[in-house]
């Protein structure tokens, strides 16, 4: 993958959450109430994004999270090109999430294609603050909208032949211009082992920061699996498929000596071409500031570890 750091960010555009939350509920009312018309400031005028509240998990981490323009402006969304800022470009401009539908199919009793309205409705949506960490050395927090992915498979009932999960982004070169590139075989696949995709942490996501998925975030739906590589996190799903043999990701079939299928987050197995002992956290760039420490399984471990017992990880990356 490729390594860039941001443009420098001012601090002043590092919203806290709260500040940034009560901004944005004044500019929603304001905007309802008409009084900002069309010389309102340039944010008032993009249009109020759909609103996806979920309610508090105790699973989220106590951490501040990443200030929104940074979680929706820095992105790898390589179907829209492989710049942190093409997808924010592109993906508003080409990406259709609605309407939308997701075949789930494979090994299970119950296959079925659900409407995109019909996901949202399977199970309460929580507000799940994970740290998220890529492969390229940076972090961020971020609160998701969603739900445990636990609730979609019970619904389609998987069969005992189903040991892992397979994830299948949209590719669609009408709606995705970096489908062009070759540096992956679209589409963008990705995939879990049955207990990974059955953990509660794992979570079917529609939004963040208490609004539907922005499009270069991943519209309508995706994956979050906050232990691992942010590779894993599959966005824009049009396929869920259960089946007997592990599945090839899309990152493992164009670099199998870099990317392994499990990805667990660990400081400990370095990627070939640089350290994943520490990683910087997006809007920490400041002259002073340290990167920090990488936790193994991304600070999971308590909840994930055993999942892996008797494994060798530094084999099974
Ligand atoms: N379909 C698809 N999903 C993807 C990617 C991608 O290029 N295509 N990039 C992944 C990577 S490398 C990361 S770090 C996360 C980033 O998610 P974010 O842009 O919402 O922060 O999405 C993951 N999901
Ligand atoms: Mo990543």
Redo the contacts with the bound molecule.
């Keep these: ?1 490729l390594i860039r750091q941001p443009a420098a960010i001012a601090p002043s555009e590092i919203t806290p959450e709260r500040v940034w939350r009560r901004r944005r509920d004044l500019v929603q009312a304001a905007a309802a109430a008409g009084v900002l018309g069309s010389a309102g400031p340039a944010f008032a005028q993009k249009p109020a994004a759909q609103r996806l509240p979920g309610k508090p998990s105790p699973l989220s981490t106590m951490e501040k999270a990443t200030a929104y323009k940074l ?2 402006e ?7 090109g492989t710049e ?1 800022e093409d ?1 924010p470009q592109y993906a508003p401009k080409f990406l259709k999430p609605r309407p939308w539908s997701v075949m789930v199919e494979g090994e299970v009793n119950k296959p079925r294609r659900f409407d995109i309205e019909d996901l949202l409705k399977l199970a309460p949506v929580e507000e799940r603050v994970y740290r ?5 050395a ?1 972090s ?1 927090v ?1 609160p998701w909208v969603g739900y445990p992915l636990a609730a979609l498979i019970k619904a389609v009932e998987p069969t005992g032949n189903a040991k892992f999960v397979e994830f299948t ?2 590719a669609d070169p009408k709606q995705m211009p ?1 489908l062009r590139s070759s540096v ?1 075989k679209w ?2 696949t ?1 995939g879990l082992r049955m207990d990974e995709a059955l953990h509660p942490l794992t979570l079917l996501t529609f939004g ?1 920061y208490g609004e539907v ?2 499009h ?3 519209a309508p739906l ?3 699996v906050p232990w691992k ?9 049009v396929r869920v498929r259960f089946v007997e043999k592990q599945p090839v990701n ?2 493992q079939e164009s670099a199998p000596h870099e990317y392994g299928f499990y990805s667990n987050v660990n400081p400990t197995v370095d990627h070939p071409r640089w350290s994943q002992a520490t990683e910087r956290r997006l809007g920490e760039d400041g002259l002073f500031s340290k990167r920090r420490p990488t936790l193994v399984f991304n600070g999971y471990g308590e909840q994930v570890a055993q999942l892996y017992a008797g494994m060798d990880l530094r084999k099974n990356y």
Excluded: D, H
């Design positions: 993958m979680v929706t820095y992105c790898n969304f390589y179907e829209f942190k997808p998220l960490r890529c492969v390229e940076w961020a971020v982004t949209l970096g992956l589409p963008y990705e963040l998925l922005p270069q975030n991943g995706r994956i979050v590589y942010g590779f894993k996190s599959a966005k824009s799903l899309s990152w």
